[in-house]
């Protein structure tokens, strides 16, 4: 049972910043794709970022782009995703999810965690 934890959401003024984990648990992590998606109230799920199993394949929403960094430390089994110069339109549950290879269908998601950004 693949389980994903994500954690460090909360509240950030706008021009913040905020640092998003998401623990893996249950599959060969070093080999999963690991994403990160958003959804805000009324709005369809939208992709953030994306890392391949060695971290050497990295996609980025184009709304995201030159701000957030997604990171991966495949020793704890966790990826990160590092939110600067917050606006109030990420303000969102950001899902973390797991693909087996790069390129394949997402098949397991986390609860998610609120991000809040205030202007």
């Known amino acids: 049972q693949v389980q994903l934890v994500e954690s460090g959401g909360g509240l950030a003024q706008a021009g913040g910043s905020l640092r998003l984990s998401c623990a893996a648990s249950g599959r060969t992590f070093r080999a999963n794709t690991m994403a990160w998606f958003r959804q805000a109230p009324g709005k369809e799920r939208e992709f953030v970022s994306a890392?391949?199993?060695?971290?050497?394949?990295?996609l980025y929403g184009d709304s995201v782009k030159g701000r957030f960094t997604i990171s991966r430390d495949n020793a704890k089994n966790t990826v990160y995703l590092q939110m600067n110069c917050l606006k109030p339109e990420d303000t969102a549950i950001y899902h973390c999810?797991?693909?087996?290879?790069?390129?394949?269908?997402?098949?397991?998601w986390g609860q998610g965690t609120q991000v809040t950004v205030s202007s």
């Open positions: 890392i391949s199993g060695n971290g050497l394949n990295i």
């Open positions: 999810a797991t693909a087996p290879g790069w390129g394949t269908q997402y098949d397991y």
